[in-house]
């Protein structure tokens, strides 16, 4: 019923910068809140950064100074640009919603995108 579709993601130099975007469409009543996760081989799955519908963001430590989170509503779209990379920063880099649906709108449910490779190395 939702499909949260991401781009963006690919092979940068350490220092460059990517912008990722991620779209939701489906039968949306309300988006809740947004955010980016990210994990790398062996590690498990961790928060970058959150958005809510109101435009408040929060970041994980590792990432603050150097990422940055938005949203377009009207687009139901959620974005992290990525500025400094590191190679720590590698990783598949999935989009999260929280979304209301038209058929339910009295409870929220999560949801995750396919997931895109970002890869920083020289």
């Known amino acids: 019923q939702v499909q949260l579709v991401e781009s963006g993601g690919g092979l940068v130099q350490p220092g460059g910068s990517l912008r990722l975007s991620c779209a939701a469409s489906g039968s949306i009543f309300r988006l809740n809140a947004m955010g980016w996760y990210r994990q790398a081989p062996g590690n498990q799955r961790e928060l970058v950064a959150g958005?809510?519908?109101?435009?408040?963001?929060n970041y994980a430590d590792s990432v603050k100074g150097r990422f940055t989170i938005s949203r377009d509503n009207a687009k139901n779209t959620v974005y992290l640009q990525m500025n400094s990379l590191k190679p720590d920063d590698t990783a598949v880099y999935y989009c999260?919603?929280?979304?209301?649906?038209?058929?339910?709108?009295?409870?929220?449910?999560?949801?995750w995108g396919q997931g895109t490779q970002v890869t920083v190395s020289s």
């Open positions: 958005i809510t519908s109101g435009g408040s963001a």
């Open positions: 999260n919603a929280d979304v209301v649906l038209y058929s339910s709108i009295y409870r929220s449910r999560s949801y």
